[in-house]
Nanobody, 128 residues
Framework: QVQLVESGGGLVQAGGSLRLSCAAS????????MGWFRQAPGKERNSLAA?????????YYADSVKGRFTISRDNAKNTMYLQMNSLKPEDTAVYYC????????????????????WGKGTLVTVSS
């Protein structure tokens, strides 16, 4: 089992930037594909970005964050990141990281239903 802890959330003005981190422990980090998700109050949890097991490998971005957010991972540090630029008030949500043991990256590999382990989330608030 892998344990995940998110950090880096906070309050930022619209147009600003934040970098979220997801620290993993317990198992070999490079065995897992990773993803970032968010959930706003009263809404479903949505996939934002995902990355395959190897740094520089396959990535996925939701249309809502494409061009503004960048996912990356450092397997030597057992950490995944989400660089968020040009933040908007609608980006306000609790952000979660998740891990999945994948051997292939088929359709929908980045969806929440395929993730096995979850962090507890970090709150991002973007003020207008």
């Amino acid at each position: 089992q892998v344990q995940l802890v998110e950090s880096g959330g906070g309050l930022v003005q619209a147009g600003g930037s934040l970098r979220l981190s997801c620290a993993a422990s317990g198992r070999t980090f490079s065995n897992y594909a990773m993803g970032w998700f968010r959930q706003a109050p009263g809404k479903e949890r949505n996939s934002l970005a995902a990355i395959s097991r190897l740094s520089g490998g396959i990535t996925y971005y939701a249309d809502s964050v494409k061009g503004r957010f960048t996912i990356s991972r450092d397997n030597a540090k057992n950490t995944m990141y989400l660089q968020m630029n040009s933040l908007k008030p609608e980006d306000t949500a609790v952000y979660y990281c998740a891990a999945a043991t994948l051997t292939a990256y088929g359709r929908g590999w980045y969806e929440a239903s395929g993730m096995e382990y979850w962090g507890k989330g970090t709150l991002v608030t973007v003020s207008s």
